[in-house]
T-cell receptor, first 115, second 111 residues
């Protein structure tokens, strides 16, 4: 199984809502990532988890709260988002958190619209 | 911030033609990777070239790396309509797998 799954595929939320994005992989990868991608732009790294611990936070606002409950799951909790947070949110995983030359496997993304 | 800049930003070709896109980066790297993204979907890894390699092939893909010029190119030969996508280079400048993506090249292959 070389697949990273993400749910939901689409999400519409108001600025006062609380929602969560979910990501799952069963490849035994020990590094997992959240990216944000705006239209016609490259993905921008938000968070990296290595061995279920947060290792990189790219100065992301606190209204985004990541969580890694176990080695296969990654969540992104959303609260009090702004319309400019509307984007495609991509999850990825790779095998070795401390190695180099690592391929990242991406999920299909969650398309988020904040009204 | 973007490590890589890609050129051209968009490319339109006929099926059967070759497509070439370039990526430049700013700092020393461990490796450089190319990914493809179909519209609104996740990225798919195409090829990885290490900093001590100069050229690599995978099927219809050919990647070159010139570390002295801090640049890479991706050549897609005999293009097909299914190659229509955005192509991103990504560099890994340090351990820990922090990838930084270039701006991307949008390729349209017309049947």
């Amino acid at each position: 199984d070389t697949e990273v799954t993400q749910t939901p595929k689409h999400l519409v939320m108001g600025m006062t809502n609380k929602k969560s994005l979910k990501c799952e992989q069963h490849m035994g990868h020990r590094a997992m990532y959240w990216y944000k991608q705006k239209a016609k732009k490259p993905p921008e790294l938000m968070f990296v988890y290595s061995y279920e611990k947060l290792s990189i936070n790219e100065s992301v606002p606190s209204r985004f709260s990541p969580e890694c409950p176990n080695s296969s799951l990654l969540n992104l909790h959303l609260h009090a988002l702004q319309p400019e947070d509307s984007a495609l949110y991509l999850c990825a995983s790779s095998q070795d958190p401390v190695g180099t030359q690592e391929t990242q496997y991406f999920g299909p993304g969650t398309r988020l619209l904040v009204l | 911030s973007q490590q890589g800049e890609e050129d051209p930003q968009a490319l339109s070709i006929q099926e059967g033609e070759n497509a070439t896109m370039n990526c430049s980066y700013k700092t020393s790297i461990n490796n450089l990777q190319w990914y493809r993204q179909n519209s609104g979907r996740g990225l798919v890894h195409l090829i990885l070239i290490r900093s001590n390699e100069r050229e690599k092939h995978s099927g219809r893909l050919r990647v070159t790396l010139d570390t002295s010029k801090k640049s890479s190119s991706l050549l897609i030969t005999a293009s097909r309509a299914a190659d229509t996508a955005s192509y991103f280079c990504a560099t890994d400048a340090a351990a820990g797998n922090k990838l930084t993506f270039g701006g991307g090249t949008r390729v349209l292959v017309k049947p």
